[in-house]
């Protein structure tokens, strides 16, 4: 009992803690102790499994359409997918395709650096080239070539406005297979002078400048550090140039060369069979792109070597 009238002194309050400064507590295999007191809820995504559900089915119901649907007549599709004459038909559109694509992208390369010349003249031509060859229409462009003979019965070689030393008949000079490759060829120029053009653009400016200070030709700067890197940018696009030629072929059925659509279009017209002939094609065109987008694969691979992607 207190004598004195004094209050009753309250027992002293210790300061509180600081938190301890340093790295979380850490149990003796390693991990955090204050993470595994965590809940860890997965994020869901249920118009993802929505989305994938209807697909399933949308697919679903397609493969069964083709496998119990008799109007697709897969014996007739069978018969007539290894036959002759569509193998046959197969390989000219291959060549058509090769050569189109051979000849547009070496003289698209040209056109290219032309229009990347300091020379004016070489740049408006160029230009010049690229502007008609967009602009007009592969099947117009095929069917003058076709018709060549008709505006110009012959070809004169000789001094301009005066007399000729030589002549060449154009009948026979341009058929109907040198005026596809002719058209396909010129018509794909213009679109892989774009593509080279934006490749090389792509490629910085202080490596020319650092191959010129170290006096490297000109000729090597470009074959040796432009296009290798330039490559990595033209790719892609230059597949697609080549893949949408490869089914563009078939556009040169008007002219009556004997390319995949049309000789299939030939089959269908005696027999009456049209959606399993079509079919054919269809099958065909997408084994040989995707044989095209699998070396594409490759060469991209190729020259993305110490490349971050």
């Known amino acids: ?48 499994w929505a989305a994938i559900a209807a697909t399933a089915v949308l697919l ?6 083709l496998i119990t649907n008799p109007g697709w007549e897969w014996a007739v599709f069978a018969r007539f997918f290894t036959a002759p004459t569509i193998l046959q038909a ?31 003249f070489l740049r408006t031509a160029a230009y010049g080239y690229i502007w008609a060859f967009r602009s007009i229409p592969l099947i117009v462009q095929l069917l003058f070539w076709f018709n060549l003979a008709y505006l110009y019965e012959e070809l004169t070689f000789g001094i301009p406005f005066g007399p000729g030393f030589f002549a060449f008949d154009t009948m026979n000079l341009v ?15 213009a679109y892989a002078a774009e593509i080279v053009r934006g490749g090389v653009l792509a490629v910085e400016q202080g490596q020319l ?30 597949a697609n ?36 002939l079509l079919m054919v094609a269809t099958v065909w065109y997408i084994l040989l792109t995707t044989a095209l987008s699998v070396l594409q694969h490759y060469v991209e691979r190729h020259y993305a070597k110490g490349a971050v992607r």
Do not use: C
């Open 1 to 48: 009992m207190s004598l004195t009238s004094d209050p009753p002194i309250d027992p002293p309050i210790d300061p509180p803690i600081d938190p301890p400064i340093g790295p979380p507590a850490a149990n003796a295999d390693g991990s955090d102790a204050d993470h595994e007191a965590l809940t860890v809820v997965p994020v869901r995504h249920p118009w993802r």
């Open 175 to 189: 058929g109907a297979t040198s005026a596809a490759v002719l058209g396909l060829a010129l018509h794909q120029a």
């Open 60 to 65: 679903a119901q397609f493969l069964n359409g």
């Open 209 to 238: 400048e650092a191959a010129a200070a170290l006096g490297i030709p000109r000729l090597r700067q470009l074959r040796r550090i432009v296009l290798p890197q330039a490559m990595r940018s033209i790719l892609p696009n230059a």
């Open 90 to 120: 197969v390989w000219i559109t291959l060549q058509l395709t090769l050569y189109g694509t051979a000849i547009g992208f070496a003289l698209g390369v040209v056109l290219a650096f032309a229009r990347l010349s300091e020379s004016r």
């Open 241 to 276: 140039e080549i893949i949408s030629l490869f089914k563009g072929t078939s556009i040169v059925s008007v002219m009556a060369i004997g390319e995949l659509f049309y000789q299939v279009q030939v089959v269908y017209g005696r027999n009456g069979r049209v959606v399993p």
